[in-house]
């Protein structure tokens, strides 16, 4: 009976810290009034599609004239592109074609790039719009008086692009002497670099005529769109084979764009 006090007043210690522990409670750290930080939620996109397989063949024979008159076997190793090298397909894929005709060659480039962001206060959509905002203002389209309003430029009459530098990759290096532009389409429309209306989540089209050495000239046609947390980028080219001949803009631009839906539909699904 002498050990019996002893006892008792261990198993009372061993059960007051267990009950006052709080080690199995979540909110045992929680103080009253302190804030609740939640993490920014994550972008839509996990993964990217595979590049050269993102465009289906019958688009790729209209936007790569020519091919279609080649051997099978020579077809085939147009249609399948070359993909971009890149160390982390999970980031960024591309990929590139190219056809040549008697009257002009012709370049198709893709490229996928996903947006991380690291910053748990900031969301991987919120970084996507920034590096997207980025490339809007190097093509020159990042608000201002220039600025387009459903897709026009506010104050511009219609007309056709100049072919001048306008920043953005295909653009014209600077000293590049002037080009002959492609002939007006209409002077209710207007071709040249502007926002894209119903496009993804944001999107612009840039349009630059260029001299290839000292004779070809070349039409380059940019398409950039952000949907979520990936950036597509689109260029489409065109030289010609005659000094005298200007690549059409409209019909560049038409094609352009409309792979360009064409593939911000596939990513939405």
């Known amino acids: 009976m002498a050990y019996v006090p002893g006892v ?74 070359t993909a971009s090298v890149t160390f982390d397909t999970d980031r960024k894929v591309g990929c590139r074609w190219k056809s040549d005709a008697p009257d002009a060659s012709r370049n198709l480039s893709i490229d996928f790039e996903r947006v991380v962001s690291y910053d748990p206060a900031v969301s991987d959509d919120t970084r996507a719009q920034d590096v997207y905002t980025k490339k809007e203002s190097a093509a020159g389209l990042s608000g201002g008086p220039s600025s387009t309003v459903s897709g026009t430029p506010t104050g511009s009459p219609g007309g056709t692009p100049s072919g001048s530098p306008s920043g953005s990759p295909g653009g014209s290096a600077s000293g590049t002497p002037p080009t002959p532009s492609a002939p007006s389409t209409g002077s209710d429309e207007d071709l040249r670099p502007r926002l894209l209306d119903g496009l993804a989540d944001a999107a612009f089209l840039d349009d630059a005529l260029t001299r290839a050495g000292s004779t070809a000239q070349h039409r380059t046609v940019s398409v950039v769109f952000r949907t979520s947390n990936v950036i597509v980028t689109i260029e489409y080219t065109e030289q010609s084979a005659l000094v005298t001949e200007v690549p059409d803009s409209k019909e560049l631009q038409e094609k352009a764009q409309a792979l360009a839906r064409k593939l911000a539909e596939t990513l939405s699904e």
């Open 8 to 81: 008792a007043l261990l198993a009372a210690l061993v059960a007051g810290c267990s009950a006052g522990s709080g080690a199995d409670d979540p909110a045992a750290d929680s103080k009253p009034g302190s804030p609740t930080v939640s993490a920014a939620p994550p972008g839509k996109y996990r993964t990217l599609p595979e590049s050269c397989s993102a465009v289906p063949r019958s688009t790729l024979k209209d936007l790569l004239p020519g091919a279609a008159d080649l051997p099978e076997e020579q077809q085939d190793k147009v249609y399948e592109g």
